[in-house]
């Protein structure tokens, strides 16, 4: 039901005019486009993270999340973190997230990013029944409303606040230029696996992943500090979202 209210904003999405955006100093003192990262900025969309063909990631010395949006409307997304399992503290689940797709900046100040369907999510949970593997990432996000403000420090710094309410970690403009991957699909998504755990917590998993068990899946290495900011999830359905 909520993807499918967001399919239909998607729609919408296309007849709202960028014009409508206010650019002024206590609102979004700089356009959007550019590369935007959180936290020490290591999580960058881009060559520098993901391999899409192979499926792969270069994974960041630290975790965080990435956004690229270019001036024709391309977004990139970049994020690496940690959360450890509510029923099972020491079972730290880590996930990694990489898509692009096409942003619309909605008249009411809202902004919807649709993915092109080449996205893809490894999800490392050590405890479950199958521990690591990358499954297909293709969700739509809306964002309620943005902010840019001037750090004193760091510079523009962009407020995201998610379809909840919630905010996104402040990210902090790394360039003005957006860094990211072709604009275009770069990954054989057909190609999959359906794998029911136990847990429920796989449903389908890419050929190439599942290949690539034979000779070991790539280990994420969780970085110094990670469990400071380990966010502890409910349910398990929030990993696979
Ligand atoms: C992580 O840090 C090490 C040591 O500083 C560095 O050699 C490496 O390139 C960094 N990795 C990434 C992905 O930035
Ligand atoms: C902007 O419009 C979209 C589509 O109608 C809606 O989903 C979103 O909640 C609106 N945003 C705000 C801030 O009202
Ligand atoms: C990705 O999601 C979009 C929007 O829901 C959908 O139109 C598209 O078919 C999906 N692509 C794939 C490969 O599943
Ligand atoms: C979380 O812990 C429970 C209880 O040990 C276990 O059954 C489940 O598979 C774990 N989930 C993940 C994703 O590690
Ligand atoms: C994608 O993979 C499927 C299944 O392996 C294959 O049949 C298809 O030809 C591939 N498509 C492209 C464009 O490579």
């Keep these: 039901m909520f993807l499918a209210s967001l399919m239909a904003l998607a729609m919408a999405a296309s007849t709202a005019s960028a014009q409508d955006i206010v650019y002024d100093s206590i609102h ?19 060559p520098g993270f993901a391999n899409p063909a192979q499926e ?14 270019s001036d024709d409307g391309w977004y990139e997304l970049a994020r690496y973190r940690f959360a450890s399992n509510a029923s099972e503290p020491n079972c730290i689940i880590g996930t990694v997230i990489w898509a692009h797709g096409h942003y619309a900046l909605l008249g009411n100040g809202s902004i919807v990013l649709t993915p092109v369907g080449d ?20 969700f739509t996000e809306l964002m309620q409303s943005w902010r840019i403000f001037q750090d004193p420090t760091f510079g523009p710094k962009l407020h995201l606040f998610q379809f909840d309410g919630s905010p996104v970690a402040p990210l902090f403009q790394v360039s003005p230029d957006p860094n990211m991957l072709p604009k275009q699909t770069l990954r054989n998504v057909t190609a999959t696996v359906v794998t029911v755990t136990s847990d429920g917590l796989i449903t389908q998993e890419t050929l190439t992943s599942r290949k690539r068990k034979r000779s070991g899946a790539p280990e994420m290495q969780r970085p110094m500090g990670a469990v400071v900011g380990l966010v502890t999830l409910a349910m398990l359905s929030a990993v696979v979202l």
Excluded: K, L, R
């Design 119 to 138: 996205g893809y999510q490894q999800v490392q949970a050590p405890c479950a029944a199958t521990s690591n593997f990358v499954q297909n990432y293709n």
């Design 56 to 69: 792969a990631f270069t994974y960041p010395n630290t975790t965080g999340v990435g956004y690229s949006f």
């Design 28 to 46: 979004n003192v700089t356009p959007i486009v550019g590369t935007w990262s959180s936290g020490s900025q290591h999580v960058i969309p881009g």
